[in-house]
């Protein structure tokens, strides 16, 4: 049997970011594909976040209540609340709802982007707009199981316009 994995289509082979995802281009959500989730999953929860931010992990994303029936996110999620299927989008760590893609400080070393998906055994309580911490919290009761992709990116320019 498949172990529970995440996929996108926002690495290289390299493991590097595409700048369409970043601050540097589009800032898009990636597509994300998964399989094999675990039997019992009612639901899953997402959190994208830098690892190496100077502030400690900085939540990019925070996506909740994904019915347990998709395996799959579509590219360039627009910053709503609710999303069809009673999907809803949290507050990021920089204030926002939805995506904001990776962009570490103007020549930086390169930073991780972790990108974790959990399967819960139940649709979560939050309140409208749920951040990170408040996502973890209820997360800990339902957990099954979590899978991850990771990748780096670095900003040696600055983006144009």
């Not at 999620?77 to 570490?104: A, D």
């Not at 930073?111 to 919290?137: D, G």
């Amino acid at each position: 049997m498949a172990q529970f994995e995440i996929t996108t289509d926002a690495l290289d082979e390299h493991g590097n970011f595409d700048p369409r995802y970043t601050c540097d281009l589009d800032n898009s959500s990636p597509e994300l594909r998964w399989i094999s989730p675990p039997e019992n999953t009612v639901s899953f929860a997402l959190i994208t976040e830098d690892l190496d931010s100077h502030e400690g992990p900085l939540a990019h994303w925070v996506v909740y209540n994904i019915p347990a029936n998709l395996q799959h996110l579509p590219a360039g999620i627009p910053p709503q609340e609710s999303l069809p299927n009673g999907i809803r989008q949290g507050i990021n760590s920089f204030g926002k709802l939805g995506y904001t893609g990776p962009c570490p400080p103007l020549r930086d070393r390169a930073h991780t982007y972790v990108i974790r998906l959990y399967a819960l055994s139940s649709i979560l309580e939050l309140p409208s707009r749920a951040n990170r911490e408040q996502l973890l919290e209820k997360i800990s009761s339902a957990l099954l199981l979590t899978t991850k992709i990771s990748g780096r990116y670095q900003r040696l320019t600055q983006k144009a316009g």
